[in-house]
């Protein structure tokens, strides 16, 4: 059974904190993905790796950088937190190998910034 | 306009209701379909794929519709453990193929 498992489910922080999400996956995943969900806007791609020290843009990266050190662990940074910051962020994993495109998400971090 | 379009709802109905889901999406080459489901204030789940010629999971039905580049999900005999949001998602391969285009959801309430 996939465990994709988020090192906050909320954090509540102040604006100019430098926040670090931290998500990580024990299937052996290849790809990871970090999403924001927005009441009205759906889930929107932040940034996303398809292998170890790897990564590419999504749709809303402004603001937002990624680690990815080791394969089963991703790691999404406000580097000066803002309001418009606050939302609920979610990780995700898939693998080409095993289900090809099912994303397999974590519980969520309710991040609200003060 | 929006990659991937739902009516966002509320759909309120009653147990044992058919209820229908409709989604619709822009870009012509995409490949790939699928519904999710996400309870209130938990994570996404694949709920099902959505394929050509249309396929059924127990009480669930999906459907796509190429040349109008529209997505169906029916739910029949609905039951209170169904109410959740419905998210519409499609591979839309203008872009890398991991990637996926989630729809802003469709919440369903089934009232008993």
């Known amino acids: 059974d996939v465990k994709v498992t988020q090192s906050s489910r909320y954090l509540v922080k102040r604006t100019g904190e430098k926040v670090f999400l931290e998500c990580v996956q024990d299937m052996d995943h290849e790809n990871m993905f970090w999403y924001r969900q927005d009441p009205g806007l759906g889930l929107r791609l932040i940034y996303f790796s398809y292998d170890v020290k790897m990564k590419e843009k999504g749709d809303i990266p402004e603001g937002y950088s990624v680690s990815r050190e080791k394969k089963e662990r991703f790691s999404l940074i406000l580097e000066s937190a803002s309001t418009n910051q606050t939302s609920m962020y979610l990780c995700a994993s898939s693998s080409p190998r095993r289900g090809g495109e099912t994303q397999y998400f974590g519980p969520g971090t309710r991040l609200l910034v003060l | 306009r929006k990659e991937v379009e739902q009516d966002p709802g509320p759909f309120n109905v009653p147990e044992g209701a058919t209820v229908a889901f409709n989604c619709t999406y822009s870009?012509?080459?995409?490949?790939?379909f699928f519904w999710y489901r996400q309870d209130c204030r938990k994570e996404p789940k694949l709920l099902m794929s959505?394929?050509?010629s249309g396929n059924e999971d127990g009480r669930f039905t999906a459907q796509l519709n190429r040349a109008s580049q529209y997505i169906s999900l029916l739910i029949r005999d609905s039951k209170l453990s169904d109410s959740a949001t419905y998210l519409c998602?499609?591979?839309?391969?203008?872009?890398?193929?991991?990637?996926?285009?989630f729809g802003s959801g469709t919440q369903l309430t089934v009232l008993p």
């Open positions: 870009n012509s080459a995409s490949q790939s």
């Open positions: 959505v394929y050509s």
């Open positions: 998602v499609v591979n839309p391969t203008s872009g890398s193929a991991r990637q996926l285009t």
